[in-house]
């Protein structure tokens, strides 16, 4: 049995948004940011996509892509690769928090 057969997957959407547009989006969708948000879509270093794309979603645990006792960022590419499957890229993270409002708020000061 595949490891991932029995997991949820939610289909995310990339909509091609500039990060002037991105943190319009979540203003509107009353999501704050902390300090690391910030220091993220001021870096130079962080440009998402603008083409439009869609990404399936799938949460596995360390021990679920064969890293039972952890492992760097490498070990973790080269396990998921072995399942053919991939890191999520930084953006995606935008969309997922955008399409999944319900998540626990951090201790972290927010601010928009």
């Known amino acids: 049995m595949d490891r991932t057969e029995k997991k949820d997957i939610s289909l995310i959407k990339n ?3 500039n990060k ?6 979540l203003k509107e969708a009353q999501i704050g940011l902390n300090e690391y948000a910030h220091t993220l879509f001021n870096s130079d270093l962080f440009q998402p996509s603008l ?8 949460e596995l645990s360390m021990s679920e892509i064969g890293l039972k006792n952890g492992g ?5 590419k080269k396990h998921l690769k072995a399942l ?3 890191h999520c890229p930084l953006e ?4 997922v928090r955008l ?4 998540q626990l708020e951090s201790d972290e000061k927010k601010s928009n």
């Open 15 to 17: 909509e091609g948004l």
């Open 20 to 25: 002037a547009q991105l943190l319009q989006k």
């Open 51 to 58: 083409l439009s794309s869609e990404v399936n979603l799938i």
């Open 72 to 76: 760097n960022f490498e070990d973790i």
């Open 84 to 86: 053919n499957l991939s």
């Open 92 to 95: 995606i993270a935008i969309y």
């Open 99 to 102: 399409k999944f409002k319900d």
